[in-house]
């Protein structure tokens, strides 16, 4: 089993700045890519942000790209999503993602509410 804890979601004025993380642990054996998405209310969950194992390629919705930056760890098992220049539109719940042989698995999700 794979499991995906994210934090560091919360309320923030428009403007400002967040960081989460996402914490991976569990059967792990393989190297892996991570990605954030994210899922308003009334929307279809969407994808935010990818970031591959040495971390040397990532990739961005357009809608967050300048704005957004993913990074992982030394230990490549917590990834994070720096989040800058918050917009009312970008309130949603997060949700880290991973597939490892086949297999998706998703965190809980982290709310993140920015007020206008």
């Known amino acids: 089993q794979v499991q995906l804890v994210e934090s560091g979601g919360g309320l923030v004025q428009a403007g400002g700045s967040l960081r989460l993380s996402c914490a991976a642990s569990g059967r792990i054996f393989s190297p892996y890519t991570m990605a954030w998405f994210r899922q308003a209310p009334g929307k279809e969950r969407e994808f935010v942000a990818s970031i591959n194992w040495s971390g040397g390629i990532t990739s961005y919705a357009d809608s967050v790209k300048g704005r957004f930056t993913i990074s992982r760890s030394d230990a490549k098992t917590t990834v994070y999503l720096q989040m800058n220049s918050l917009k009312p539109e970008d309130t949603a719940v997060y949700y880290c993602?991973?597939?490892?042989?086949?297999?998706?698995?998703w965190g809980q999700g982290t709310q993140v509410t920015v007020s206008s």
């Open positions: 993602k991973t597939n490892i042989r086949g297999n998706d698995y």
